[in-house]
C-alpha cells in the first residue's frame, strides 16, 4: 500500500471516528441532560411547598399581631417571624423563577451558569436564615402565648430578660460570621454541601451530568488533528 492509498485510509478511519464521537456526544448530552431535568423536577415541587408554606406562614404571623394588637409584645414577635417568611418566600420564588426558566438548548456551559446561580441563591436563602439567630425571642414569645396561653415577656423577671437581650446581642457576631461563611465562593466545600442536602443536592446531582458533557466535548482525542504522511 503506497502512502497515497494509506493517506486515504487514515482520512476514512478519522471520519468513521468523528461520527462516532458525534454520535456518543449527541447520545450523551441527551441522556445526561434529561437526568438533570428530572433532578430539577424535584427541586421545582420543593420549592413550590417552601413557597407555600412561607405564605401561609406569613399571612399568619400576620393575624396573630391583628389579634393580638393591645400587647406590644405579640406585634413586635408576629412582626418579625412574618417578615422574615415573606422574605424567605420571596427568596424561594426568585429561585422557582431560575429553575423555570432553564433552556436545555443552551450550551453546557450556559447550563453550568445558570445551575451555579441557582446554587448561588439557595446558599443565600441560608444567610437569611441564620439571621433569625439573634431573634429568637421572637419564637420565644409566640410559642409560650400560642401552646401555653402565657405573655412570656409578662412573667419573666428583669434579669432572666437581661440575660435574653444580652444572649441576642452576642448572637448578632455569630450571625454574621455565619453569613460570611456561606460565601458563594464556598459553595464547592463539602461541608456546605453537606448543608444544601435535601435542597442544593439535586443541583449538585445535575451539575455532575453537565461536567460529563463537558468532559466528553473536551476529550483531546476528539479534537487531534489528522497525521499526515
Known amino acids: 500500500m503506497d502512502l497515497s492509498n494509506l493517506q486515504q485510509t487514515w482520512n476514512r478511519l478519522e471520519d468513521k471516528l468523528e461520527k462516532s464521537n458525534r454520535l456518543n456526544l449527541e447520545l450523551l448530552r441527551k441522556v445526561n441532560l434529561d437526568r438533570a431535568q428530572n433532578k430539577l423536577k424535584s427541586l421545582v415541587w ?23 394588637w393591645e400587647n406590644w409584645n405579640y406585634v413586635i414577635a408576629g ?43 439557595i446558599i ?47 448572637l448578632i457576631p455569630v450571625a454574621w460570621w455565619m453569613h460570611r461563611k456561606l460565601n458563594p465562593k464556598n459553595a464547592d466545600k463539602k461541608w456546605l454541601n453537606w448543608l444544601l442536602q435535601g435542597s442544593g443536592s439535586q443541583l449538585n446531582e445535575a451539575l455532575g451530568f453537565l461536567n460529563e458533557i463537558d468532559e466528553f466535548e473536551k476529550d483531546p482525542k476528539r479534537e487531534k488533528e489528522p497525521r499526515s504522511f
Not at 46 to 68: P, S
Not at 83 to 90: H, R, T
Open 46 to 68: 420543593q420549592q413550590a411547598i417552601t413557597i407555600t408554606f412561607y405564605l401561609l406562614a406569613g399571612a399568619y404571623f400576620m393575624h396573630f399581631c391583628a389579634t393580638h
Open 79 to 121: 412582626g418579625i417571624l412574618a417578615g422574615w417568611s415573606f422574605i424567605a418566600s420571596a427568596s424561594a420564588i426568585h429561585q422557582l423563577q431560575l429553575i423555570l426558566t432553564i433552556d436545555y438548548s443552551m450550551p453546557v456551559l450556559q447550563l453550568q451558569k445558570r445551575l451555579m446561580s441557582i446554587k448561588t441563591a
Open 124 to 170: 443565600k436563602n441560608l444567610r437569611i436564615a441564620v439571621w433569625m439567630l439573634p431573634f429568637y425571642m421572637a419564637f420565644v414569645v409566640w410559642i409560650s402565648e400560642v401552646l401555653f396561653g402565657i405573655d412570656f415577656i409578662a412573667i419573666t423577671d428583669i434579669s432572666a430578660l437581661s440575660w435574653n437581650f444580652i444572649l441576642s446581642g452576642l
